[in-house]
C-alpha cells in the first residue's frame, strides 16, 4: 500500500501579509486546516483519491473566504456563475461544468456529469436543469452572495480599470493519492470578479485547470486562466512527467515559466502516484495546505516555502 496524500489550494496572487489582517490570515488557515481534515479522514480510512479530492471541495466551496461556490464572485451583471471540474486518474473519466447558478457544490455537478451522463462538459441552464434532475442540493443567490464580493464589484463598476486590479484568483482546487496509489483532481471557481459575455477561464476545461492520470499525477491550477488555457497547463505537466520522464517539481517548475513567460501569473498543485506532493507559482501567495499520515500543514506567503 502507497502512502495516501492530500494537496490543496485556495487560489493565488497577490496575497501579503500587509493586505491581510492578522484576523484574515488567521481565519483563512483554519479553513485550510479544516478542509484538509475532511479529506485526510476519507483518505485515512482508506478512501478512494475522487472520493477526498469531491469531499475536500466541497468544504472549500462552501466556505465564503474563497471565491467558489458560497462566496463566488460576481459577474458585471450582478449574477454569481460557477465553473468547477473533476477527473479520475484511473481511468481519465472527468465531468465539468460552467456557468452554473443554482447548484449548492458545482464540483458535485461536475462529478454527476461525469458518472451519470454520457458527457463531459456541461453549462449554463443544461447544466442547471441536469443538477435539478439528478437531485442534487440547490441552494438560491442568497447563499452564494456575500458583502464582500459585493463591495468588489462596486469598486470595479466605479472604475473603468479597476477589473480584478487586486489580482487574486480566487479558485480552490484539491488533489489527492490514496493508499492504492490512484490519483484524482478536482477545481472550482466563481471566475473573475465583473466577467462579462458568460466568460469561461481555465478550471473547468480538462487539461488546463485540471488533470489527473494515473501514468503521472493529478494537477489543479489556479491563476489567469486565459493564459493556463492557452499553455494546457495542467495536461503539459503530466505530459512532462510521462513523455521526458521530468521530475514532479522541475516540470511543474517548467509550466509555470512558461506561463510567466507569456505574460500569466498563477500557480499548480500536484500529486503522483509514487507520492510526490508539490506546488509551484509564480505570485507573492497562494493558499495551500498538505495533509498526509505524517500530520498537516498550510500556508499563505510565498516566503513560507515549501510544506
Known sequence: MAEWKLVIHGGAGVIERERLTAAADGAIRESLGRALEAGSATLAAGGSALDAVERTACLLEDDPHFNAGRGSVFTYQGSNEMDAAIMDGRDRSAGAVAGVTATRNPVSLARAVMERSPHVFLAREGADAFSREQGLEQAGPEWFATAERRRQLEMMLQSEDYFDAELKYGTIGAVAVDARGHVAAATSTGGLTGKRWARI?????IGAGTYADDRAGAVSATGAGEYFIRAGVAHEICARIRLLGE????????VIAEIGALGGSGGIILVTPAGDAIFSFNT???YRGLASA??????IYADEGAL
Open 201 to 205: 477561464g481555465d478550471t473547468p476545461v
Open 284 to 286: 507573492p501567495g497562494m
Open 247 to 254: 521530475g514532479a517539481q522541475q516540470a511543474a517548475d517548467a
Open 294 to 299: 505524517s500530520g498537516r500543514k498550510v500556508a
